[in-house]
């Protein structure tokens, strides 16, 4: 009986500490990705390009139509 609840008392021990593992993880999951939402914002793209002498065009693009030929 007291070696079943010395192991009892182990697996609470081990599922504390997994739930708290956890817990780091997903905040780390959070944080790395608000760090990468910042990263692709047009204006933090910009600022890094205007760096390497890159800059945003000023010419709207434009659409290419193929029209499909009968042959």
Known sequence: ???SSHSAD???Y????LKN???EMRSAFVD???KLMRLKMESHVIE???DKGLAPSVIPP???KVKKTQN
């Open 1 to 3: 009986m007291i070696a």
């Open 10 to 12: 182990k697996k609470v």
């Open 14 to 17: 081990e599922i504390a500490r």
């Open 21 to 23: 593992e956890v817990k």
């Open 32 to 34: 790395g990705r608000s």
């Open 48 to 50: 890094v390009m205007k």
């Open 62 to 64: 434009k659409k290419i």
